[in-house]
């Protein structure tokens, strides 16, 4: 039979075990039964596996190897009541039955019910010690890793201790965080096992060390399977050109060739992707002979990353048996690319498998995150409210939702709704999307008011400094921002590109060089100086922008979006025509800047360019409908204020026609304390 089960002909073994019942079940060895059970869980025979405890019932009282076979079974078969009935039942709790005990709780993820198996034993041998480590590791905490230190201690220089255990206790001690008494453990060891490397690589990436888990790896000769796969995942966590080489090398090695399995060929797509090299993850995945999910969902993965929503969602099609990572996975794509066909392929998988377990609370957040980057609104509301158990990401996700459709108050609805939760307050998402949902209707009543429910440990939060700032900005309140910025304990690059915001939002541009001058060289990003360059446009300082402009090393689109802006808000059209041509030279026609020189000519009320730019603009791009709308409004709004109300009506008149739609607007009061939002319809 166990010839049967190595060979994994797990039916056979079945067959066989029923042939031998019917001769005489009473010889039947604790053996026999153990690799029949075994086979049972393989093949999820779970009624014949209950058949086989009940023909062994009266031994068991006999006979504790059946008893730690019984409980073997059950827990793999996640049945823990029935398992912990047996294990209180039996009267001798050999240190065998508390391994496969423990070990149960663990695999169940149920590692406090491990631990207090642990502390009823008297005399552990290195197998339980071996499991508490491994059941601490699963719920690090400050009292898990006292526990396992005063363990090591009292068993440390006796046999009770093995490498086995202190491979277990490096990684406990790596998972509670003490990166440095497992690093001293390590060094101090005269004898490393390839698995002690392994739990000091895992360990490095657990506390996000990659640079320490790349460097410990080059120091093993003959790295296995595990090594290589903890290797990539290293590369992975920190991409880089030097990453992605390492990774190619390792991975055209002969030898690490001829251990492919569906875990390393998933670890090198990941590492692959998130090193930006697409073309070389897709040969990988189309070379392998068998493809796992899990690979499928790397590949998916790694498109959503490299912003290829649509190849994500090419895969998905190809996929017979999605499980609820790669529907998660499909949300997340269609989210990233928002469309009518998006929107209605969303619709058809969740009508699918909404009444399966395939759409997990993972899931059902990203299926509202979908819904609401495709603009419906009130599908996302529909699925929401129709939801039993609502979990916290799933709050943040519609919140998210709201902002993005420019409904601040829904946000906050709902923010009133969890706030007093347990779980609020210390999740620092709902408390930024709650001060960004301030800073849309940006009343300074509102915004003291999220600021006062903010927990004192969290106003500490950079994050959550950052979006203070941006908030009191946009709410004019431009002291109060400052206020947060003086109180900074250390000032990251997006703290001082906020603060720059706001004395630009508030036509203070004159503080807001003088701040963008005192930024350390390291911590200018390409937003900052955007945010300078928007601050001279809006306080008219034309010279300092070109001479910040100029001394831009790479320019992107929103540099030369922001000073083709400040130009054409000076009134100099012939010089930011000129910057556009000259962007032209190496890039694409950008609409930003097109939108930025038509609406300063409009305010200028300068005829003749308005209709020149809003002609290029329909031959540029044809297949921008609301950008050309939006233009178009803009010229109707020109004719309209320059008395030519004819040519005005006859735009108006023919926007009607061709079915294109504006959005209302929303207003916002405050009264006693309570939000009020008022819609007004904008006019053609």
């Known amino acids: 039979m166990k010839i049967l089960n190595d060979k994994k002909q797990f039916k056979q073994t079945i067959e066989l075990f029923e042939r031998e019942t019917k001769k005489n079940n009473e010889q039947l060895s604790s053996f026999i039964i153990d690799q029949a059970l075994k086979a049972c869980v393989q093949v999820r025979d779970f009624r014949r596996g209950k058949d086989i405890h009940q023909l062994v019932q009266h031994r068991l009282s006999a006979d504790s190897s059946l008893v730690k076979s019984l409980i073997h079974y059950y827990m793999q078969c996640h049945d823990m009541n029935t398992a912990e009935s047996l294990f209180h039942m039996s009267t001798n709790k050999t240190v065998y039955t508390c391994s496969v005990m423990m070990k149960g709780y663990i695999e169940n993820r149920k590692p406090e019910k491990a631990i207090e198996v642990f502390k009823g034993i008297d005399k552990p041998d290195a197998v339980l010690i071996t499991l508490l480590f491994k059941a601490c590791a699963q719920v690090p905490s400050k009292e898990s890793l006292n526990f396992v230190k005063n363990i ?116 090198v797509i990941d590492a692959l992707m998130k090193c930006g090299d697409i ?191 941006d908030m009191w900005g946009k709410a004019g309140c431009v002291q109060k921002a400052e206020e947060v910025f003086a109180n900074l304990s250390s000032i ?47 306080a008219g300082l034309v010279d300092q922008a070109r001479s910040i402009f100029t001394s831009i090393e790479s320019k992107t689109e929103k540099h030369y979006a922001a000073m083709m802006d400040c ?8 010089e930011a025509q000129q910057l556009i041509d000259q962007y032209e030279l190496h890039h694409p026609p950008s609409p930003v800047m097109y939108m930025a020189l038509l609406s300063a000519a409009r305010n200028r009320r300068n005829e003749q360019l308005v209709e020149s730019i809003h002609h290029r603009m329909k031959k540029l791009f044809p297949r921008l409908p609301d950008l050309i709308t939006s233009a178009t409004v803009l010229l109707a709004n020109l004719y309209g204020s320059t008395g030519d109300m004819d040519k005005a009506s006859s735009i108006r008149s023919e926007l009607s026609r061709s079915g294109a739609k504006k959005k209302p607007g929303l207003s916002w009061t405050a009264v006693d304390g309570e939000l009020y939002v008022s819609l007004r319809k904008r006019i053609m």
């Open 152 to 267: 090591w201690k009292k068993y440390q220089n006796t046999s009770a201790l093995d490498n086995h255990a202190l491979t277990a206790f490096i990684g406990a001690l790596m998972r509670c965080g003490d990166v440095k008494h497992a690093e001293t453990l390590f060094d101090q060891s005269k004898y490393k096992t390839l698995p002690m490397y392994g739990a000091v690589m895992k360990g490095y990436i657990y506390n996000e060390l990659p640079r320490k888990a790349i460097d410990l790896f080059q120091l093993v000769k003959n790295p296995n399977e595990i090594l290589i796969l903890l290797l990539f995942n290293g590369c992975a966590q920190l991409p880089s050109e030097q990453s992605l080489n390492l990774v190619k090398n390792v991975w055209e090695q002969s030898k690490v060739r001829s251990l492919r399995s569906g875990n390393l060929l998933t670890s």
């Open 279 to 469: 073309k070389s993850a897709e040969v990988v995945f189309v070379e392998s002979p068998s493809k796992s999910i899990s690979m499928h969902g790397a590949m998916m993965k790694g498109y959503i990353k490299n912003d290829m929503a649509k190849k994500a969602i090419d895969l998905f099609q190809q996929i017979k048996d999605p499980n609820e990572f790669i529907i998660t996975l499909l949300f997340n794509a269609c989210a990233q690319l928002p469309s009518e066909q998006s929107l209605s392929l969303v619709k058809a998988v969740w009508k699918k498998y909404q009444n399966t377990s395939l759409l997990n609370n993972h899931a059902l957040t990203a299926l509202i995150d979908a819904f609401m980057k495709c603009g419906d609104v009130k599908g996302a509301e529909a699925i929401f409210d129709k939801l039993p158990h609502k979990v916290l990401p799933m709050y943040g996700a519609m919140m998210k939702g709201y902002l993005l459709n420019k409904t601040p108050s829904n946000a906050l609805d709902l923010y009133h709704q969890i706030k007093n939760l347990k779980e609020t307050k210390s999740n620092v998402v709902i408390y930024l999307l709650a001060i960004n949902a301030s800073a849309q209707i940006a009343m300074a009543s509102q915004c003291q008011a999220i600021v006062d429910d903010i927990p004192q440990h969290l106003l500490l939060n950079i994050q959550i400094c950052n979006s203070l700032i």
């Open 492 to 538: 990251d690059q997006v703290g001082y590109a906020s603060m720059i915001h706001v004395y630009g939002i508030n036509g203070m541009g004159v503080k807001a060089v003088e701040l963008f001058h005192q930024i350390p060289r390291s911590l200018i990003a390409d937003y900052t100086y955007v945010c300078v360059l928007n601050a001279c446009s809006h």
């Open 567 to 574: 130009l054409s808000r000076g009134s100099l059209f012939d």
